[in-house]
């Protein structure tokens, strides 16, 4: 049979296939007679060359080979890196991120002759309050119940922990559940605290009469429950029951879960009470609030003797513009710089007293396992305490000239010496409770925390300005206390911590510009001077509407006296 027909032979030639057409001759003539690769081609060739086609050769019969290119590749590499130096390491550069460093200190070198020099404005402290509102100008209308009241449900013991502004807190909400309960309150017991080490009683802070007096029509209070019925107890409040009341717990929980007991008891105990209530509550609550902030709690003789003293002095200091000065919370003490775990420019020094700061206030808790600190992000968020030197470049930047007057509010400033230097450059005329006023005025308070911050906190709330440069509730509280005596106004400051952040680190910045930005910071804070409150606004820093009424408006229907 023929190989190319299928058929069998019937004697008769068959034609044959038409020939195969040439290969290129540059195939051909590489190839023996049998169609295949000749290593030995060639005479020439050496024997490295005729190795290199004989691998060639297995690789294309054996393609299946390449399979294991990647392990080749993978193993000389590693041997070539097992022979290679690498004694010179390529230095990759790590930029930080903009707002995250301190370089506040660079940035007053380089612009505070200029500073210095720029009388293109006026001063600031005459000028600053001129943005109207629109809904006009409100004034505290607080009515006073002239009712008599019902009888007792019982009494409330409560315990007023913190500092000065946090017993505060507790103070007017212990009001405002013992008025809404129908219950008797007893004068609230100041916890002592390692922290702010006040061992000072109600009386000490606030006159107890007075407090008595504006509250007696609208809310029993008195100094000590009666002996009868702490017979049942032993004599002994910690056998009386106490409630562990969640924090920002709503008046109807009172309602329905304190009042039975207090109504079985006759006397229940409260310990903690700071913020244990919402801040979202009926008006007949909130107004009972505002009676005891705003009305009910004043200071103590001695405190406000020396307090109205230091705003006098103030005023006279300030003479060249009218009796108008500035006050300054500043929060630099050493425990808030630890707390707040930023890196300022104090270097190996710093990083030590920090450690030191953290473990005696706050033992082991920035040291658990897994707890990152992460400085850069803290400041870029706006959570770094402004220093002296970056309240300094704040104000001047905002338009208040060298000759402001300014009242410092504040504990021990962290390395005082150093960080104060800048600012006092800045303001010469700028003054402290200890500079005013004569070592033996002080004597009485020096060594109570809460009884000096009340000192400060008089002074800041009859300033023509006054600067926040950190949270907290002094801040808070006096916010609230300006807006109910400055017909809705706060007339304070509140910078954009995140903002300022990003202009401090600009290396590129210059005075005028950084002048610019910080103006228009001042107009927003001008701006946002008149707010109204919102649902869970706490309403010690947004008196109205609860405890203010619009002045342009008689017939306001939201006043705070309903009931």
């Known amino acids: 049979m023929h190989p190319y027909n299928r058929l069998p032979s019937s004697g008769h030639s068959t034609p044959s296939p038409p020939p195969s057409p040439l290969r290129s001759p540059r195939l051909r003539h590489g190839r023996s007679k049998t169609g295949r690769f000749s290593p030995n081609r060639g005479s020439g060739r050496t024997a490295a060359q005729r190795l290199s086609w004989m691998f060639l050769s297995v690789l294309l019969r054996r393609q299946g080979v390449f399979l294991f290119a990647p392990l080749i590749y993978i193993s000389g590499m590693l041997l070539y890196m097992g022979t290679a130096s690498f004694d010179v ?35 600031a402290i005459s000028t600053i309050w001129k943005t109207p509102y629109k809904g006009g100008e409100w004034n505290p209308c607080l009515n006073r119940s002239c009712e ?33 309960l129908n219950a ?39 100094d000590k429950i009666p002996e009868y019925l ?8 910690t056998n009386v029951h106490n409630f562990r009341i969640k924090a920002w717990s709503s008046i109807q929980y009172y309602r329905d879960v304190v009042l ?21 509550a009926p008006p007949v609550v909130q107004r009972l609030r505002c009676l005891a902030n705003y009305e009910a709690l004043r200071f103590s003789s001695p405190i406000l003797s020396i307090g109205e003293s230091l705003v006098e002095r103030m005023r006279k200091h300030s ?23 930023c890196v300022f420019d104090g270097g190996k020094q710093e990083r030590e007293d920090m450690i030191a700061a953290r473990e005696r206030g706050w033992k082991g808790k920035f040291t658990k396992p897994g707890r990152v600190i992460r400085p850069g992000a803290i400041r870029i968020n706006g959570k770094c305490p402004l220093t002296p030197l970056e309240v300094g470049l704040m104000l001047r930047g905002m338009g208040f000239t060298k000759n402001t007057s300014i009242f410092l509010a504040s504990g021990k400033i962290y390395n005082a010496e150093k960080t104060m230097a800048p600012l006092l450059q800045m303001f010469p005329n700028l003054h402290t409770k200890e ?44 916010l ?84």
């Open 148 to 180: 008599g009241l019902p009888e007792s449900n019982g009494y409330i013991y409560v315990e007023a922990n913190g500092g000065l502004n946090q017993q505060r807190t507790s103070i007017c909400n212990a009001v405002a559940v013992a008025g809404y």
């Open 184 to 222: 008797t309150l007893v004068i609230p017991n100041f916890h002592y605290h390692s922290i702010w080490k006040d061992p000072s009683k109600f009386r000490d802070i606030y006159d107890e009469d007075f407090f008595l007096n504006v509250l007696k029509n609208d809310v029993r209070v008195v």
């Open 89 to 123: 390491v390529p230095v990759i550069k790590h930029r930080p991120a903009p707002g995250s460093v301190y370089r506040s200190p660079q940035l007053y070198a380089k612009v505070h002759l200029e500073m210095d020099s720029d009388n293109s404005s006026a001063d």
């Open 480 to 563: 609230g206390h300006r807006r109910y005596l400055y017909g809705g106004h706060a007339k304070t400051i509140r910078p954009d911590k995140r903002k300022l952040a990003l202009l401090f680190d600009n290396p590129n910045i210059g005075w005028k510009s950084l002048k610019r930005q910080l103006l228009s910071m001042r107009w927003h804070s001008d701006s946002k001077g008149v707010e109204l409150k919102r649902p869970n606004d706490s309403i010690y820093s947004f008196p109205c509407p609860d405890c203010m009424c619009r002045a342009n408006r008689t017939d306001d229907s939201r006043s705070a006296s309903a009931t």
């Open 260 to 280: 039975p007991k207090l109504l079985e008891e006759k006397v229940i105990r409260i310990s903690p009470f700071a913020n244990r209530l919402s801040f979202d």
């Open 435 to 478: 500079t005013l006023a004569a070592e033996e005025e002080l004597a009485p308070f020096k060594n109570y925390s809460s009884r000096m911050a009340a000192i400060d906190y008089t002074v800041c709330l009859h300033s023509e300005v006054f600067v926040t440069t950190q949270g907290g509730n002094f801040p808070h509280f006096l």
């Open 319 to 341: 003479a060249i513009n009218g009796g108008k000065y500035v006050s300054v919370h500043l929060r630099f003490e050493e425990d808030m710089v630890a707390f707040s775990c």
């Open 230 to 237: 702490m017979e049942r107890f032993g004599s002994n409040m």
